[in-house]
């Protein structure tokens, strides 16, 4: 967490907010699974509380399970979040709107907030950091993680449609690379681990999309903290990560 030393870093307060509903579609309870005998979302608190921006961190949660967890690692669970908030068709945006206001209307005013999903278990606080340096130097409204895509590049991708007839998936452009893989233009997607949104926008947003502004920037993150567990299949492979050296903690 951020030292109380530096003048300069204490003129922006960041608010972090890891959403963790109880429910999930793909992995039962996925939030509080077991991964390397922690619950999941434990890992992704122990990175923040590295951070040397976050001012405070706290957990938007409906479950009293997690609630019981957040509290045992010394997080803050300031309210109970809204069941109207916590089905699966809720947007990310929706929570951390919530936590927004829920802080403003109380007089605490943030600067931005950083939205830290439970599922990538791997984010390094480093990453983290690179998010809020970049909103600093830049100015920008939102900052994300992204991942370069390794397998499935768009110029490969393909549309199928009837008579199981395929398409390209997206315009090529003209004198596009299309292989061999190396040679191709690199390609990123946003990973979902962690959203940076400054007070600007979160005022003028609405709760729905990606709401990431018209000046969104991106900190790089490797395959490692790009995992993002959804599946029983997804959890063992992290077990595999954390067993087999791929994790450094």
């Not at 429910?23 to 951070?51: C, D, M, V, Y």
Request: hydrophobic share 40%; net charge positive.
């Amino acid at each position: 967490m951020k030292s109380l030393e530096d003048n300069h870093l204490r003129k922006k307060k960041i608010l972090a907010v890891i959403p963790a509903r109880a429910g999930s579609k793909g992995l039962h309870r996925k939030n509080i699974q077991a991964l390397n005998g922690e619950p999941l979302i434990t890992h992704i608190i122990r990175s923040a509380n590295q951070s040397k921006y976050i001012d405070k961190l706290i957990i938007s949660t409906e479950d009293k399970d997690i609630i019981r967890i957040g509290k045992r690692e010394g997080v803050d669970i300031p309210f109970t979040r809204p069941s109207g908030l916590a089905s699966d068709s809720t947007p990310l945006i929706a929570v951390v709107l919530h936590a927004y206001r829920f802080f403003k209307e109380r007089g605490a005013l943030y600067d931005a907030v950083l939205s830290l999903q439970p599922t990538c278990p791997f984010l390094r606080p480093e990453s983290m950091d690179k998010m809020v340096d970049l909103w600093l130097e830049t100015g920008c409204e939102s900052v994300v993680t992204i991942s370069e895509i390794t397998k499935g590049h768009p110029y490969i991708a393909k549309d199928l449609i009837s008579g199981n007839m395929i398409k390209n998936f997206g315009a090529i452009p003209e004198g596009a690379v299309l292989g061999p893989r190396q040679k191709r233009r690199k390609a990123y997607y946003l990973t979902g681990g962690a959203y940076l949104r400054d007070r600007g926008l979160l005022e003028m947003t609405e709760a729905k999309g990606h709401a990431l502004g018209s000046d969104a920037r991106a900190v790089v993150v490797d395959e490692i903290e790009a995992v993002d567990i959804n599946s029983e299949l997804d959890l063992k492979f992290a077990e595999f990560l954390l067993h087999s050296g791929y994790v450094i903690r």
